[in-house]
């Protein structure tokens, strides 16, 4: 029997990217004597040696070596921890997640950095005085040395659990700790090692007897077990100045393997039935899982409520659909009120299963913030600013596409509040500010859309600067009124910085437009909110899931189209004496203290309509990009939540519109893209400016002049 366990390969890289994110965010907050914090990053490393050692990593398995061994040390009060070393194994956390992204992705790693990072280790532990084990197979005759009659004689018997591999622990790497201490015999007992047709390759069918000659006490040898104590019988027996003899393996048992074995080569075998890695001679492939996709399209752990909840719901569907069968027998009149519950009730029901099975896509937003304390604190040493992270609302539930997708964007933020937000300590002390800055990070729900904050307690945005760069890219002219959010929304043009030095960490406004290109793409919206002195709000409004939205549906004529609610302002009757007409042919509405100009869909996309004339449609007012526009529609329909189904892979981008949804009555409606709507009404309404006058208007956040 044999078993292909590169399947089990992306649970252990997602097991181990866990364990890397522990073994962060508990470094950064490792205190001198926190040894439940040590304890936890120690065990975090391990399992990532014994789950990388069974499916023959050994790349992984002999860097996490000695990143466990200066752990050990630490948490053992062998060593103070020092800032420096914490330095060091964060940085060693890089290189471990460095070495597993490369298994994932089958591509090379940054060597250089590793083997960097490795002689630093060594460095390190060299300083205090440690023997740095190898960890290779142990091969005994290399082992066995001359007696030392001041060393003590442990006799140990290691029975493990049968299911003990399938932990992620393997005995191999437990003895070589143990030669760590000193000395070593090892024999193998293979007679409970079944006939060969009958092995499990998951399974471990093999006890050990093991000399150890050491001046090692009682508990370091237990320590070494302490990882399987549950899933194992050790007995300990300790003898004075017992002179070793070579002992024969005890193989009468086992088929297929002849007396004549060596004890090495029985070690050897006994690892590969338990983790059927390849042979030494394709040495070139062992770090590389088979069978592994580089398009690995990832997975998501479901807590057990959620699978009981979509259980619950498909047996009331059930209940539901037999109901309306039976109701479909012989069928007459007097059975309509109980049809017409009995649909209801599948509405209530199909409502209820597909929330469910949203619900099981939904990650906390913890996922993405988790990257944050650690960022701040490199950046922050690299800027010499002291920089307290404040995270609120990580348990907010975000769908994984858009959260995986949002990560870049918050880091570009974040950077940016680090390096151009927050004062050096001199400024803010002169400023009467605390000396150390604030960064919060934090996310809320908000109708059917998630926020996201990210606020700084620095020296804000200088408006007349950011206007000034405007007037000077000739972005606006001087007659132009902006609000204050009108101005900050500048910030995002391409090339747009008021910075007088460009950092190599970020510069707010380089790539800024980056940014909030990919928060559009995401259906959302980023505001900026800033008092120059006090600091600065980034506020980022997404949708919850990319595969749902909440629409409002409009009619044009016959045509039924479908808006964002999240791009919703407001829907009114238009007053015709808050009509005018401009330079261009294009309308605005006088809205309060706004001038929206206003864009008839059945322009737009050439289509018949029912009113021609603003006076007697319904205006809708939406807003993206810091802009607001007026749709002119004739008549609002209901509000729904609508599956959205890509044009891209059913016909073909159309602009202004970012994808199509079936309604209830098997017709197809378009779902408006606001943002692409804003471009294309404004470029034909500069066009025929231009026609009309050759001058060209000043547009900026939905400010005609």
Same mark, same amino acid.
């Given at each position: 029997?044999?078993?292909?366990?590169?399947?089990?390969?992306?649970?252990?890289?997602?097991?181990?990217?866990?364990?890397?994110?522990?073994?962060?965010?508990?470094?950064?907050?490792?205190?001198?004597?926190?040894?439940?914090?040590?304890?936890?990053?120690?065990?975090?490393?391990?399992?990532?040696?014994?789950?990388?050692?069974?499916?023959?990593?050994?790349?992984?398995?002999?860097?996490?070596?000695?990143?466990?061994?200066?752990?050990?040390?630490?948490?053992?009060? +062998?060593? @103070?921890?020092?800032? *420096? =070393?914490?330095?060091?194994?964060? &940085?060693? /956390?890089?290189?471990?997640?460095? #070495? !597993?992204?490369?298994?994932?992705?089958?591509s090379e790693c940054n060597s250089e950095k590793i083997a960097e990072n490795s002689r630093l280790l060594r460095q390190t532990l060299a300083s205090s005085g440690s023997?740095?084990?190898?960890?290779?197979?142990?091969?005994?005759?290399?082992?066995?040395?001359?007696?030392?009659?001041?060393?003590?004689?442990?006799?140990?018997?290691?029975?493990?659990?049968?299911?003990?591999?399938?932990?992620?622990n393997d005995p191999l790497l437990l003895f070589n700790a143990l030669a760590d201490l000193g000395e070593i015999t090892v024999v193998a007992n293979a007679k409970e090692?079944?006939?060969?047709?009958?092995?499990?390759?998951?399974?471990?069918?093999?006890?050990?007897?093991?000399?150890? +000659?050491? @001046?090692?006490?009682? *508990? =370091?040898?237990?320590?070494?077990? &302490?990882? /399987?104590?549950?899933?194992?019988? #050790? !007995?300990?027996?300790?003898?004075?100045?017992?002179?070793?003899?070579?002992?024969?393996?005890?193989?009468?048992?086992?088929?297929?393997?002849?007396?004549?074995?060596?004890?090495?080569?029985?070690?050897?075998?006994?690892?590969?039935?338990?983790?059927?890695?390849?042979?030494?001679?394709?040495?070139?492939?062992?770090?590389?899982?088979?069978?592994?996709?580089?398009?690995?399209?990832?997975?998501?752990?479901?807590?057990?409520?959620?699978?009981?909840?979509?259980?619950?719901?498909?047996?009331?569907?059930?209940?539901?659909?037999?109901?309306?069968?039976?109701?479909?027998?012989?069928?007459?009149?007097?059975?309509?009120?109980?049809?017409?519950?009995?649909?209801?009730?599948?509405?209530?029901?199909?409502?209820?299963?597909?929330?469910?099975?949203?619900?099981?896509?939904?990650?906390?937003?913890?996922?993405?913030?988790?990257?944050?304390?650690?960022?701040?604190?490199?950046?922050?040493?690299?800027?010499?600013?002291?920089?307290?992270?404040?995270?609120?609302?990580?348990?907010?539930?975000?769908?994984?596409?858009?959260?995986?997708?949002?990560?870049?964007?918050?880091?570009?933020?974040?950077?940016?509040?680090?390096?151009?937000?927050?004062?050096?300590?001199?400024?803010?002390?002169?400023?009467?500010?605390?000396?150390?800055?604030?960064?919060?990070?934090?996310?809320?729900?908000?109708?059917?859309?998630?926020?996201?904050?990210?606020?700084?307690?620095?020296?804000?945005?200088?408006?007349?600067?950011?206007?000034?760069?405007?007037?000077?890219?000739?972005?606006?002219?001087?007659?132009?009124?902006?609000?204050?959010?009108?101005?900050?929304?500048?910030?995002?043009?391409?090339?747009?910085?008021?910075?007088?030095?460009?950092?190599?960490?970020?510069?707010?406004?380089?790539?800024?437009?980056?940014?909030?290109?990919?928060?559009?793409?995401?259906?959302?919206?980023?505001?900026?909110?800033?008092?120059?002195?006090?600091?600065?709000?980034?506020?980022?409004?997404?949708?919850?899931?990319?595969?749902?939205?909440?629409?409002?549906?409009?009619?044009?004529?016959?045509?039924?189209?479908?808006?964002?609610?999240?791009?919703?302002?407001?829907?009114?009757?238009?007053?015709?004496?808050?009509?005018?007409?401009?330079?261009?042919?294009?309308?605005?509405?006088?809205?309060?203290?706004?001038?929206?100009?206003?864009?008839?869909?059945?322009?737009?996309?050439?289509?018949?309509?029912?009113?021609?004339?603003?006076?007697?449609?319904?205006?809708?007012?939406?807003?993206?990009?810091?802009?607001?526009?007026?749709?002119?529609?004739?008549?609002?329909?209901?509000?729904?939540?609508?599956?959205?189904?890509?044009?891209?892979?059913?016909?073909?981008?159309?602009?202004?519109?970012?994808?199509?949804?079936?309604?209830?009555?098997?017709?197809?409606?378009?779902?408006?893209?606001?943002?692409?709507?804003?471009?294309?009404?404004?470029?034909?309404?500069?066009?025929?400016?231009?026609?009309?006058?050759?001058?060209?208007?000043?547009?900026?956040?939905?400010?005609?002049?």
């Amino acid at each position: 029997m044999s078993v292909d366990l590169s399947q089990f390969i992306p649970s252990f890289l997602e097991e181990s990217f866990e364990g890397l994110e522990l073994m962060e965010s508990s470094l950064l907050n490792l205190e001198q004597g926190d040894d439940e914090t040590i304890n936890s990053i120690f065990r975090a490393a391990h399992s990532i040696k014994g789950g990388a050692g069974t499916f023959g990593f050994n790349h992984v398995t002999e860097f996490t070596h000695l990143v466990e061994t200066l752990l050990d040390e630490m948490r053992d009060g +062998r060593r @103070n921890i020092d800032p *420096d =070393d914490v330095e060091l194994l964060l &940085e060693s /956390v890089d290189c471990m997640r460095l #070495l !597993i992204e490369a298994i994932r992705d089958e591509s090379e790693c940054n060597s250089e950095k590793i083997a960097e990072n490795s002689r630093l280790l060594r460095q390190t532990l060299a300083s205090s005085g440690s023997v740095i084990s190898e960890v290779v197979t142990i091969n005994v005759d290399e082992l066995a040395t001359e007696n030392n009659n001041d060393m003590t004689t442990w006799q140990i018997k290691f029975i493990p659990e049968h299911h003990l591999v399938q932990t992620g622990n393997d005995p191999l790497l437990l003895f070589n700790a143990l030669a760590d201490l000193g000395e070593i015999t090892v024999v193998a007992n293979a007679k409970e090692l079944p006939a060969l047709n009958d092995i499990d390759a998951e399974e471990l069918y093999l006890s050990w007897c093991l000399t150890l +000659r050491s @001046n090692a006490s009682e *508990d =370091d040898i237990k320590e070494v077990f &302490e990882w /399987v104590e549950d899933e194992c019988e #050790l !007995i300990l027996i300790k003898e004075e100045n017992v002179k070793l003899s070579k002992i024969s393996v005890d193989v009468s048992s086992a088929e297929g393997v002849s007396d004549e074995s060596t004890l090495s080569e029985l070690c050897v075998s006994s690892s590969k039935i338990a983790t059927n890695t390849p042979e030494p001679s394709q040495k070139n492939n062992v770090d590389k899982p088979a069978g592994k996709s580089k398009n690995d399209l990832g997975s998501i752990r479901v807590g057990v409520d959620k699978v009981d909840s979509l259980i619950n719901l498909v047996g009331e569907l059930v209940i539901t659909q037999s109901m309306l069968s039976e109701l479909g027998n012989d069928f007459d009149l007097s059975k309509v009120e109980r049809l017409n519950a009995g649909l209801e009730q599948l509405l209530q029901n199909t409502k209820e299963l597909q929330e469910s099975v949203m619900r099981i896509r939904m990650l906390p937003i913890s996922f993405a913030f988790n990257r944050f304390p650690r960022l701040v604190h490199d950046l922050s040493k690299k800027t010499g600013k002291e920089i307290e992270l404040i995270l609120k609302g990580e348990q907010t539930e975000l769908d994984k596409t858009v959260m995986e997708q949002i990560g870049d964007p918050l880091v570009h933020l974040v950077r940016n509040a680090v390096d151009h937000g927050i004062e050096s300590a001199q400024v803010r002390l002169a400023n009467g500010k605390p000396e150390k800055g604030t960064i919060i990070l934090d996310a809320y729900h908000q109708g059917g859309s998630i926020v996201i904050e990210i606020s700084d307690d620095g020296g804000g945005i200088d408006r007349q600067a950011v206007f000034n760069k405007a007037l000077e890219k000739g972005l606006v002219d001087e007659s132009t009124t902006l609000t204050d959010s009108q101005v900050f929304d500048l910030i995002f043009e391409p090339g747009f910085s008021t910075a007088k030095e460009l950092s190599d960490i970020s510069g707010r406004g380089v790539g800024m437009d980056v940014v909030k290109q990919n928060i559009q793409s995401l259906g959302g919206r980023i505001q900026v909110e800033s008092e120059q002195g006090k600091g600065s709000t980034f506020r980022v409004n997404l949708p919850l899931t990319l595969a749902i939205l909440d629409g409002q549906l409009v009619r044009v004529g016959r045509e039924v189209y479908i808006i964002p609610l999240i791009t919703i302002v407001e829907s009114l009757q238009p007053q015709k004496t808050l009509i005018n007409r401009v330079s261009g042919d294009m309308l605005l509405y006088r809205l309060r203290e706004d001038n929206v100009p206003v864009i008839p869909i059945y322009q737009l996309f050439n289509i018949p309509c029912e009113f021609e004339h603003i006076e007697r449609c319904l205006l809708v007012v939406v807003e993206a990009d810091g802009q607001k526009i007026g749709l002119m529609v004739d008549d609002l329909l209901a509000q729904q939540q609508v599956v959205i189904k890509s044009l891209n892979d059913n016909y073909q981008q159309v602009e202004g519109v970012s994808g199509a949804t079936i309604l209830g009555d098997g017709s197809v409606a378009m779902i408006l893209d606001v943002p692409g709507i804003i471009t294309m009404a404004l470029s034909k309404a500069q066009s025929n400016q231009q026609n009309q006058s050759h001058v060209t208007p000043s547009i900026s956040a939905g400010v005609i002049s």
